[in-house]
């Protein structure tokens, strides 16, 4: 790849990733429970804000803005960042406060998902998609981004430490890495990148606190943003570039998450700490290796030109 | 009476095709043949004899050449009247061409021409005055909106029109050509802008050829 792009990705990496590092850090430096009462600790809710602060300052700086009203389905990134951060306030309310319903946090979260997807296709909405299209389009955006948020929101509820951050982190990265070499856009690659480095910086900040005998905690508010980012510029990249069996792609990464949930509850009572840690992050790897080989049989790579 | 009439409107004719550098006509045949170009008809583009060229700043050393292989529409440079004119053309994005698979691709993604959003650039001239003319070459002022990735802003090019001719398979051919700079940013074309990786600035040459 031309080491200018490759400068200009780290460039939309690197800064967010310190960023959120040093926040990160900042705010779990006072001692205290990670897991308060069985549930998150409401210092948390810092993650979403982070994410959104990254991502918005980051777009800005790289992409210029804010656009309003915005002409193009990129022009709608920073403020479905905001949403993004909204629902992962959600899901660290639900964790962190008594009191919030499952039931209204996640329908909140949904009306958060259909607006991020009515963001993400009013242009195509508005001019070439029939009732038909946009119920297909829409319908499957909203059914990955809810149970790729939910996945995310229990595989990072109560667990502290570094392993959540790395399970949230691997289809955050996956779909950068998608969107730029196979999708072939650096701007979708870099809004899931965003989110990844933020992820990173919360894993750079777990390893430090751990070695500093502190607490951390990802926890759901970190976590949700970073994924339906993520899954929403999959779906920028579906709709917008023409990628052969884009959609299949987006899905194994949403399906990550999923499957990594899964594998931890059938192995949360499992008497070997191995099989408890082992078991979501072979299960989150594998749709994530199924969508690489995909890509690797459509014989994309990353040369550039 | 009549055929003194036939005579002096077949000169008149013939001198008026030659002034405007058209090729003798040649006597009439009992063949079908297409109606008659009225003065007023725009000339649709005939995309194998047009071309649309961009060129644009690559790391601040050398330019880029690209180009556009479909374009569609019609247009009307009438030096008589100039006025009565109009440029009405489309160039679908998909048919970019940057010598380079992998780079087109790119192009059509969402970081700059964003394709499957906005499937078409459109020039619509608004107004056309005659500048001048040089050696069998007219030049015009041509305003007109330009739309590209769904913003649509004025620009004002010239063009430079050759005149008319007949075609090869009947009718009248004619074309124009101009040369203009755009800044890809006041289309929300933002795109690596500020790192100095591609430039701001867009020269395009338009160059069409079309046939009525």
């Given amino acids: ?305 | 009476m009549l055929t003194k009439l036939l005579a002096v409107s077949m000169i008149g004719t013939a001198t008026l095709a030659a002034a405007a550098g058209f090729a003798p006509i040649t006597a009439p045949t009992l063949a079908p043949s297409p109606a008659p170009a009225r003065a007023a008809d725009a000339f649709k583009v005939d995309t194998v004899h047009s071309a649309v060229v961009y060129r644009i700043k690559h790391l601040n050393v050398s330019y880029h050449y690209g180009r556009f292989d479909k374009i569609e529409g019609a247009f009307l440079l009438d030096k008589d009247n100039p006025g009565s004119g109009k440029i009405d053309i489309t160039i679908p994005v998909e048919s970019i061409n940057s010598n380079s698979p992998d780079r087109d691709k790119h192009l059509r993604s969402p970081d700059f021409f964003s394709a499957k959003e906005f499937p078409s650039i459109t020039f619509k001239s608004t107004g056309i005055t005659k500048k001048g003319e040089t050696g069998g070459v007219t030049t015009y002022e041509v305003t007109g909106d330009l739309s590209l990735r769904g913003q649509s802003k004025p620009v004002t090019v010239e063009a430079r029109s050759l005149g008319v001719a007949p075609g090869m398979r009947g009718g009248e051919v004619s074309g124009l050509e101009t040369t203009f700079t755009i800044k890809r940013s006041d289309f929300g074309m933002n795109y690596m802008v500020d790192k100095g990786m591609l430039g701001d600035e867009v020269t395009i040459t338009v160059s069409l050829e079309g046939g009525r």
């Fill in chain 1, 1 to 305: 790849m031309d080491p200018q792009i490759l400068k200009q990705l780290a460039a939309g990496a690197i800064p967010p990733g310190l960023f959120a590092a040093l926040v990160f850090l900042a705010v779990w430096w006072r001692p205290g429970p990670a897991v308060e009462a069985g549930r998150a600790s409401r210092r948390t809710l810092w993650g979403a804000l982070i994410l959104a602060a990254a991502y918005i300052t980051t777009h800005f700086i790289v992409l210029r803005g804010p656009v309003w009203p915005p002409a193009s389905a990129a022009d709608w990134l920073p403020y479905i960042a905001a949403l993004a951060a909204g629902a992962g306030v959600m899901a660290g309310v639900g964790a962190g406060f008594r009191g919030a319903r499952l039931m209204t946090r996640w329908v909140v979260t949904a009306v958060l998902i259909g607006g991020i997807g009515w963001m993400s296709a009013a242009g195509p909405i508005a001019r070439s998609w029939n009732i038909r299209e946009t119920l297909a389009h829409l319908g499957g955006f909203a059914a990955a981004a809810l149970a790729a948020s939910l996945a995310a929101a229990r595989l990072t509820d109560r667990a502290a430490g570094p392993w959540p951050a790395v399970m949230i982190m691997l289809p955050v990265m996956t779909a950068s890495q998608l969107l730029v070499v196979v999708y072939h856009s650096l701007l979708l690659g870099q809004a899931a990148g965003i989110a990844a480095a933020v992820v990173g910086g919360a894993l750079a900040a777990a390893i430090v606190l751990r070695v500093l005998k502190r607490g951390f905690t990802l926890g759901p508010a970190g976590a949700v943003p970073s994924v339906l980012l993520a899954v929403t510029a999959l779906f920028h990249g579906v709709v917008y570039t023409e990628t052969e069996y884009g959609w299949l792609l987006g899905l194994l990464v949403a399906m990550s998450p999923v499957a990594a949930a899964v594998a931890m509850a059938f192995t949360a009572r499992a008497a070997s700490g191995w099989a408890r840690l082992g078991a979501p992050l072979a299960a989150a790897v594998l749709p994530l290796a199924a969508a690489m080989a995909v890509a690797a049989g459509m014989g994309e790579a990353p040369t550039g030109y």
